[in-house]
């Protein structure tokens, strides 16, 4: 794993105060040409590890290797490592040939070598006619793409990207995220992108790491995220989720029967949870919830429970149900053919597959 | 293709003059509209413009008025009745037909004499004496002397008048009138120069020794372009302090810098002299530490060094103001972004950072210098005789020679320094960058 890791945190600890840590024992591996996001909760210590992999922040504690060269103590400017601000932080004083050139110049290349280099980062981004602009001059999209071609002009092997598309509006946002996938992925260059925007961590990344509380919650591709979340947290934090919480009964099987506070039994996957008696909280996704027990195999438990609402959304539904106790039950359903609609009041049978629903830790 | 021939009209109707829907020409309907808030408008700020108009409007154009005005060898106001008698009027008349050159001879003598006796009636031997004692001292005495014995003098005049003082066959005497024959001038500009009129009517310097003015408006403006200088460099570090602090410890600080503006200017020039004077509280502490010999203590007040220390502090808030409220909100990021392209520290506060603090500093900058240059209350208590500016010499004028043409010819001049000076900045920086808070 050492040989091709590019990025590596270390025991990396970080705190501003002495008092407080930041970042918690943070251990990290990137192998060349992926792209991670640091998806979480504002005050996660996200772009805390960011800046300390900019260089703008030292590590309090631990090692960060780059390349396999340690880089706790170069300074930001030799460790030629492209970044893209939040507010783009374009020089307002310098036109975006200028602000492209900048990288360049500090680098003592020759005017001619500039100007070309310049001219294709431009072209890249589909931003060519526009070099002699000011950033004030340019619209949000535009300016954002001026600060990736900038953090990309002087080709460095690994790019930071600190909430790039925090400021656009949805429609724009989600075709740069394609844009930035895109160009990452044609380029090779290695990513770590920070955002607290669940879509974009899912859409656009090889591996999300899911921080809270100063510490990587799970590292997983998107889909291992969403459908295996680890902890209850991260089962919180993407997506959407419903939660019961009960006692573990007996594992057997891989199968945990879970006794929820009226005393009726569900089935779930123990995830977190490795003895009887343990307390737990079940995670199930809307859509994983069966409304036609038929289809479910024999003896799978069912429970009852009231439809509270019926939400038409055009392309699903949305079912809010009362079950043991937790008013905010949601089913998703496709609107499929001779899917019937819930009325409010409606008492009906659900049940789920053991393996879709994960008994998580209590917390 | 419905849709288009609608366009197309759409936009050939876009093209003529629009109307409101009953006919009238959109532009006159929107001033209609807008009439009634205009005038609210208006009559908001009308007491402004009345107080800026009556009071820096007509006094400064007032005072323009009198350095190229000066009627005391013209008219005479009485005071109590405020009615005026014109007085010189025969030797006017003589200035009038002679050309200046012209060797005065007995008709001008015996004009002067008329001229004398109304002088001697109304009491104005003394005023119209000035007058000339500004251009060539020692002439009020002549005046008043001649004008009291006027009544008895008797053809021939010459001879008469040189009776009571053989200074009026002197030319520059004779000279001096002629200038002051008209109430309108330029001569006090000239004065204010250090030039003056020499008796066949050409501009010439005045005398080395005499020369006084220039020399005092070029150690103001040297003095002044130093203190803005030393402002800047003390003041931008602790601006980009203050604006990178946390805002709970930047007001705190902020509340020190202006500190000084809650004690008087007075106090506060004060305590420099306690402090700098060669008894004073450094010097005295230099000695006691062993520091300085006693008979070497510094001398660093009643001097250029006393008004540039004490100005320098003083003026020292007006230049931290403007850059801390440009430097506050230029986000750090801009520093960090140039570090992460490649930019050693130095390059991007060099390249990024200082450059967008240069409105501050003009503002700054500009803000020190005008109130440098006209400062007077510092530098009168401690600049001593070498730590003068151009303002203590203006207020000489005003309250001891009563010489107010030349102090406002003085102060004219300081006026047309500092719009110049404006308008170089507007030239070079651009007034739209100048940013105030």
Known sequence: ?363 | MADMTADVAQMRGSQEKLTTADGKPLKVALAAAQARSKRRAFYLVAPLLFFVLLTFVVPIGQMLHQSVYNPDFVYKTDVTTKETTPIMVNLRNWFDENPRGTEPEEAAYEALAKDLVVLREVKAAGIAGTRINYERSGSRSLFTKSARKAKKLEAPYKEALLDVDDEWADPTVWAAMRNASSAYTMNFYLAAIDKARAVDGSVEAVDEKRKLYVKLFMRTLMLSILITFLTFVLGYPIAHMLATLPLRYSNLLMILVLLPFWTSLLVRTTSWMVLLQSQGVVNDALVGTGLLADENRIQMMYNQIGTIIAMTHILLPFMVLPLYSVMRPINPSYVRAARSLGATSWTAFRRIYFPQTIPGIGAGALLVFILAVGYYITPALVGGADGQLISNLIAFHMTKSLNWSLAAALAGLLLAGILVLYWLYDLLIGIDNLKLG
Not at chain 1, 130 to 138: E, I, K, M, V, W
Not at chain 1, 154 to 169: H, I, K, T, Y
């Open chain 1, 1 to 363: 794993m050492t040989d091709t890791a590019f990025v590596e945190f270390d025991r990396v600890q970080k705190s501003y105060d002495g008092e407080v840590l930041v970042v918690k024992d943070l251990n990290l591996t990137m192998p060349k040409g992926e792209f991670l996001t640091m998806l979480g909760p504002s005050g996660s210590g996200k772009t805390t590890c960011l800046m300390m992999l900019a260089g703008f922040e030292t590590a309090t504690h631990g090692e960060i290797r780059l390349d396999g060269q340690e880089i706790n103590n170069i300074p930001p400017h030799k460790r030629g490592i492209g970044m893209v601000f939040q507010n783009y932080a374009l020089f307002p004083h310098m036109t975006v040939n200028e602000n492209l050139a900048f990288p360049l110049e500090v680098r003592g290349m020759e005017k001619s070598v500039r100007e070309d280099k310049v001219r294709r980062a431009l072209d890249m981004v589909q931003m060519g006619a526009f070099g002699n602009r000011r950033p004030a001059q340019l619209s949000g999209g535009q300016q954002q793409r001026i600060a990736l071609a900038r953090a990309l002009v002087f080709e460095p092997e690994l790019v930071l990207m600190d909430e790039p598309l925090g400021a656009l509006d949805k429609q724009l946002r989600e075709q740069m995220q394609f844009e930035i996938t895109r160009l990452a992925h044609d380029l090779g260059i290695t990513t770590v992108y920070v955002t607290h925007d669940q879509t974009e961590a899912l859409t656009m990344s090889d591996r999300v790491a899911v921080f809270n509380d100063g510490v990587i919650q799970q590292l997983a591709p998107p889909d291992q995220l969403y459908e295996e979340p680890e902890n209850s947290f991260v089962a919180q934090f993407i997506g959407e989720n419903n939660t019961l919480e009960g006692r573990v009964k007996a594992i057997s099987g891989g199968i945990a029967e879970v006794e929820l506070h009226d005393g009726r039994i569900i089935d779930a996957k123990p995830v977190n949870v490795h003895n009887p008696g343990e307390r737990t909280r079940v995670s199930i996704r809307p859509e994983r919830v069966e409304m036609n027990t038929a289809r479910l195999p024999e003896g799978a438990h069912t429970l009852e429970a009231e439809v509270q609402e019926f939400i038409y959304m055009g392309d699903i539904f949305r079912t809010r149900l009362s079950v043991a106790g937790n008013d905010d039950f949601i089913v998703k359903t496709r609107n499929a053919p001779g899917q019937t609609r819930m009325e409010p009041g409606q008492k009906i049978q659900i049940g789920w597959l053991a393996e879709d629903c994960r008994a998580l830790d209590a917390a």
